[in-house]
């Protein structure tokens, strides 16, 4: 079993930053991959960043440039620093990590951003 808790939300002024982290514990070893989606009120959950073990990144295109996406493979640690943060990235952001063909959620944190 798999464990994830997220920290780091709040609520920013447009144009300010937020960092994002999410500790995995439990069975979690070997390749794997750590990501973040979010989702705003009203909508589907949306990819926005993912990491793999040797480092490749991979980002949505609205985050491309302001966010970025990186790990402690050591502390099984990911985080998410979001620059440039706009109203449209309100949303409740969810940590992801995937272990062979299983998938594991956290809990969601809450980032608002006020127009």
């Known amino acids: 079993q798999v464990r994830l808790v997220e920290s780091g939300g709040g609520s920013v002024q447009p144009g300010g930053s937020l960092r994002l982290s999410c500790a995995a514990s439990?069975?979690?070893?070997?390749?794997?991959?750590m990501g973040w989606y979010r989702q705003a009120p009203g909508r589907q959950r949306e990819f926005v960043a993912s990491?793999?073990?040797?480092?490749?990144?991979n980002y949505a295109d609205s985050v491309k440039g302001r966010f970025t996406i990186s790990r402690d493979n050591a502390e099984k640690t990911v985080y998410l620093q979001m620059n440039s943060l706009k109203p449209e990235d309100t949303a409740v952001y969810y940590c992801?990590?995937?272990?062979?063909?299983?998938?594991?959620w956290g809990q969601g944190t809450q980032v608002t951003v006020p127009s």
């Open positions: 439990g069975s979690i070893f070997g390749v794997y991959t």
């Open positions: 992801r990590v995937v272990v062979i063909l299983n998938i594991y």
């Open positions: 990491i793999v073990s040797s480092g490749t990144t």
